[in-house]
């Protein structure tokens, strides 16, 4: 029980600390001073500091991105051979982690902003531990959107997908309001509400139709890699 509580509130202190300073700005030494234990109890339960910011991440997105399949796999069942509802895929993706803040409380906030901290930092160790959480998770709900909206490229669903996460990670980044901010989050329902309107208008929009001058470069691009693959010609080169 003793070993149980110590980790724990390692787990409490990194997250406040990620949060507040990044990874880069937080040292196991403050680690160790906000959960009141010793460098060697970081050592023993976690190994290294990389691996302590997995296993706060892990803490918080594994049971986030559980729901969030859940829901997904609820809407792709009602749909049967149809295609899905674009506003349910986006509540399934949108809800978990809103109600995760709400249900915390005070804890919530510092969640938010841990989180909208993991999407962004630069360090790249950061941005592999992030992919590691979510890149599966991005795939199946891309193949969902793309069920959803058949007539959108996939190469314009991607963009239009990645500013569904940029959204969403402003709103979970943007801690630095107070009062009426946890207000907000304490409406989740309101607010999913919202978010699922305005992201599925962006999505369902039409596709921009290219300018000449992009047309022009993408004929260009598609005549040099046509070159590139075609077969040399048997007249180049020595003829005796």
Same mark, same amino acid.
């Given at each position: 029980?003793?070993?149980?509580?110590?980790?724990?509130?390692?787990?409490?202190?990194?997250?406040?600390?990620?949060?507040?300073?990044?990874?880069?700005?937080?040292?196991?030494?403050?680690?160790?001073?906000?959960?009141?234990?010793?460098?060697?109890?970081?050592?023993?339960?976690?190994?290294?500091?990389?691996?302590?910011?997995?296993?706060?991440?892990?803490?918080?997105?594994?049971?986030?991105?559980?729901?969030?399949?859940?829901?997904?796999?609820?809407?792709? *069942?009602?749909?049967? =051979? +149809?295609?899905?509802?674009?506003?349910?895929? &986006?509540?399934? $993706?949108? %809800?978990?982690? !809103? /109600?995760?803040?709400?249900?915390?409380?005070?804890?919530?906030?510092?969640?938010?902003?841990?989180?909208?901290?993991?999407?962004?930092?630069?360090?790249?160790?950061?941005?592999?531990?992030?992919?590691?959480?979510?890149?599966?998770?991005?795939?199946?709900?891309?193949?969902?959107?793309?069920?959803?909206?058949?007539?959108?490229?996939?190469?314009?669903?991607?963009?239009?997908?990645?500013?569904?996460?940029?959204?969403?990670?402003?709103?979970?980044?943007?801690?630095?309001?107070?009062?009426?901010? *946890?207000?907000?989050? =304490? +409406?989740?329902?309101?607010?999913?509400?919202? &978010?699922?309107? $305005?992201? %599925?208008?962006? !999505? /369902?929009?039409?596709?921009?139709?290219?300018?000449?001058?992009?047309?022009?470069?993408?004929?260009?691009?598609?005549?040099?890699?046509?070159?590139?693959?075609?077969?040399?010609?048997?007249?180049?080169?020595?003829?005796?």
């Amino acid at each position: 029980m003793a070993g149980t509580d110590t980790k724990q509130r390692i787990l409490d202190a990194a997250e406040r600390l990620f949060a507040l300073r990044g990874f880069a700005g937080t040292s196991l030494r403050a680690v160790t001073r906000e959960a009141r234990v010793n460098l060697a109890a970081i050592h023993y339960h976690f190994g290294t500091k990389e691996d302590l910011l997995r296993a706060v991440l892990s803490r918080i997105v594994i049971p986030v991105n559980r729901e969030r399949l859940e829901m997904l796999e609820q809407v792709e *069942a009602a749909a049967g =051979s +149809d295609p899905p509802s674009l506003e349910a895929i &986006l509540k399934s $993706f949108i %809800a978990p982690d !809103l /109600r995760l803040i709400r249900d915390l409380g005070e804890r919530g906030l510092i969640i938010t902003r841990f989180l909208g901290r993991s999407y962004t930092e630069p360090a790249e160790m950061v941005q592999a531990l992030s992919r590691e959480h979510y890149e599966e998770l991005g795939q199946r709900f891309m193949e969902a959107f793309a069920r959803a909206l058949p007539e959108v490229p996939h190469a314009e669903l991607y963009w239009r997908f990645k500013l569904v996460v940029g959204v969403l990670t402003y709103i979970l980044a943007d801690t630095d309001r107070t009062g009426g901010y *946890a207000e907000e989050l =304490s +409406d989740v329902d309101g607010t999913v509400r919202r &978010l699922v309107a $305005f992201l %599925a208008a962006g !999505l /369902r929009a039409p596709v921009p139709t290219p300018r000449r001058q992009d047309r022009a470069k993408e004929g260009a691009s598609s005549r040099a890699a046509q070159a590139r693959s075609a077969p040399d010609d048997p007249r180049d080169g020595d003829t005796k």
